[in-house]
């Protein structure tokens, strides 16, 4: 049984910084692709980053580039969103997703991923 566990949301004052981890289980995580989304209250759920299976690529929405880092250890089975500068707008869900590539470009849309963890919640407010 696939499970991907995300952890490390919670409350932060803008201008600071959070990082989110998912780990994997139930599959052979170095033969996914990996990536972020988050759903903000009455928005839809949209691609953040976006990591190859091997780690050699990455990719990022325009809103988050320069502030947010995607990486991987596929022998510890996480991917990690590295997150600065948080502002107001990041307020969302955050939700850690996998399907299974070995190409070396990821994927935006959400109904190519596979599998999907349960999310965290990432508050960012003073």
């Known amino acids: 049984q696939v499970e991907l566990v995300e952890s490390g949301g919670g409350l932060v004052q803008p201008g600071g910084s959070l990082t989110l981890s998912c780990t994997a289980s139930?599959?052979?995580?170095?033969?996914?692709?990996m990536g972020w989304f988050r759903q903000a209250p009455g928005k839809e759920r949209e691609f953040v980053a976006g990591i190859s299976w091997s780690g050699a690529n990455t990719y990022y929405t325009d809103s988050v580039k320069g502030r947010f880092t995607i990486s991987r250890d596929n022998a510890k089975n996480t991917v990690t969103l590295q997150m600065n500068s948080l502002n107001p707008e990041d307020t969302a869900v955050y939700y850690c997703?996998?399907?299974?590539?070995?190409?070396?470009?990821?994927?935006?849309?959400?109904?190519?991923?596979?599998?999907w963890g349960q999310g965290t919640q990432v508050t960012v407010s003073s």
């Open positions: 139930g599959l052979t995580f170095s033969s996914y692709a």
């Open positions: 997703a996998g399907y299974l590539s070995l190409s070396l470009i990821v994927v935006y849309t959400s109904h190519e991923y596979d599998y």
